[in-house]
């Protein structure tokens, strides 16, 4: 049988997961791929406009989820620029969700 302490570090590692797979591999349904093409489009002081890989990462994102993000701090602490995030889709000819 499984003792308590360690079914306590088993969910401790899927927690940790969950925080390392927003950082590093995926957010909003863009994967990694896509974030690496995207962010030089969305990084200061030089942006570029979007690739076409970058516009195709982002018509499969979730861009309600990206508005969540607009003012906290994990875009930023991923050298994300929010203001150009959210600009992003406009370039891409897609259209964000009201009230983003
Ligand atoms: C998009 O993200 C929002 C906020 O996180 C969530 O409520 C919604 O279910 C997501 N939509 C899809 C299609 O995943």
Known sequence: MLGKRVVLVVVVVV???????LEGL????????GL????PSVTQPDPVDPTQG?????KV?????LC???????LPSLGIDPDL??????????SPPPNC
Do not use: W
């Open 26 to 33: 995926e957010l909003c349904d863009i994967n990694e791929d």
């Open 61 to 65: 994102a979730n861009l309600t989820c």
């Open 36 to 39: 690496v093409a995207c962010k």
């Open 68 to 74: 969540g993000y607009r003012n906290s701090f994990m």
């Open 15 to 21: 927690l940790l997961g969950m925080v390392v797979g």
């Open 54 to 58: 970058c516009c195709d990462a982002l």
């Open 85 to 94: 995030a959210m600009a992003l889709p406009a370039k891409c000819n897609l």
